[in-house]
């Protein structure tokens, strides 16, 4: 698939870093660090604009390595990016950690992936059809 992108940043475009990654990591673009207190949150520019096609959205999700050894995780997980959104795209980081945190210009902050959607039509009924689970939510199964 082709993507239309616009990158004002200094940084290399998205790339995946293995062949079979699903995600792009995304840098920040930034003219000054940015410092953030524990549990501060940031919205960190990454100098990209993007044209999805129609049917097609881009998630920004957390990088593992950075939310397991940091505490640094992406607040609205996933992040959705509209197919006729063609703003900057921003990642919204919150610290998790109790340390202080300081993102760097070009550091890998985020990762994007790229997903297909369908469009729903509702059709409002009566009541829905039965299930052997019916209406158990939030660990109704257990945990063993």
């Known amino acids: 698939m082709k993507v239309k992108i616009v ?6 475009l998205p790339a995946y870093e293995t062949d079979s990654s699903a995600g792009m990591d ?3 673009s930034l003219s000054e660090d940015i410092v953030m207190k524990s549990l501060g949150r940031a919205l960190v520019p990454t100098g990209l604009f993007i044209e999805l096609p129609v049917g097609y959205e881009a998630q920004v999700r957390p990088r593992s390595g950075l939310a397991v050894k940091k505490g640094i995780t992406v607040l609205n ?5 509209d ?3 063609r703003g900057e795209i921003k ?3 919150i610290n998790l950690s109790s340390e202080e945190y300081i993102v760097k210009d070009g550091e890998r902050i985020a990762q994007m992936i790229i997903s ?4 729903a039509d509702w059709i409002e009924v009566d009541e829905l059809m039965e ?4 209406a158990g939510g939030f660990g109704h199964t257990g945990t063993k």
């Not at 997980?77 to 990016?81: D, L, M, N, Q």
């Not at 297909?116 to 469009?119: E, I």
């Open 26 to 28: 995304l840098r920040a």
């Open 83 to 85: 197919a006729d959104y």
């Open 131 to 134: 299930t052997g689970r019916g």
């Open 116 to 119: 297909a959607h369908a469009k």
């Open 91 to 93: 990642v919204i980081l």
């Open 7 to 12: 990158n004002r940043s200094h940084h290399p």
């Open 77 to 81: 997980t996933p992040g959705t990016i």
